[in-house]
């Protein structure tokens, strides 16, 4: 597509709900990435994905996150039994090289009640 | 570890004012480096970006950077500012050795008119 494309745009969990927000990146595009931004806040590194590779899970906070991209396209990320703290901006984004910079979505604004 | 250091966390200038927005970063080697503006409720947009050359970048929207190492910035500017460029702005990094970015926690430029 034209651009990369996230899924919803907002999600409102009560707490120990389990979510799924995907992520549609820009066609082509080897590198995915998702990064957490929390109010005020710049983006925080998540998660990183070469093709269907993880290649860089470092940033996902707990055990409760996990992502995957098993076709080298579309990536989900899931975030088991939701904690109020989980609530955020989560931004996906998608990069054909580190020199290009990477391309974000509009992100999936996560509310946990 | 390495970081991105925006020092103003908010500016405010007057519509048709000149605008420079610092920018610092940690590594010492050549960094990739970018600058994103993000709108409320919206994805983060790239402005410009930096590897090598010239050490004066031009952007989209009339910004453009400069890179200087022995400052270890890459301030963003722009002229003559525009209301509709009220937003916030982020500086981020190429981390070293690995494929993700490192983002500052961003200014918020506000336009008075």
């Known amino acids: 597509g034209a651009g990369v494309s996230q899924s919803p745009r907002y999600k409102v969990a009560k707490r120990g709900q389990d979510v799924a927000l995907r992520c549609d990146p820009i066609?082509?595009?080897?590198?995915l990435f998702w990064y957490q931004q929390a109010l005020g806040q710049g983006p925080e590194f998540l998660t990183y994905f070469q093709n269907e590779a993880q290649l860089d899970k470092s940033g996902l906070p707990s055990d409760r996150f996990f992502a995957e991209r098993p076709e080298g396209s579309v990536s989900t990320l899931k975030i088991q039994r939701t904690q109020q703290e989980d609530s955020a901006v989560y931004l996906c984004?998608?990069?054909?090289?580190?020199?290009?910079?990477?391309?974000f979505g509009q992100g999936t604004r996560l509310t946990v009640v | 570890a390495q970081s991105v250091t925006q020092p103003d966390i908010h500016i405010t200038v007057s519509e048709g004012a000149s605008l420079e927005l610092r920018c610092n970063y940690s590594y010492g080697a050549t960094p990739y480096l970018f600058w994103y503006v993000q709108s409320p409720g919206q994805g983060l947009q790239l402005l410009l970006k930096y590897f090598s050359g010239d050490t004066l970048v031009q952007g989209i929207k009339g910004f453009e950077a400069e890179f200087k190492r022995s400052q270890s910035s890459f301030n963003l500017r722009k002229p003559s500012v525009h209301w509709s460029d009220a937003a916030e702005y982020f500086c981020?990094?190429?981390?070293?050795?690995?494929?993700?970015?490192?983002f500052g926690t961003g200014t918020r430029l506000k336009v008075l008119a």
């Open positions: 984004a998608s990069s054909n090289g580190r020199k290009g910079g990477a391309f």
């Open positions: 066609s082509g595009h080897v590198s």
């Open positions: 981020a990094q190429g981390a070293s050795g690995t494929y993700k970015y490192i």
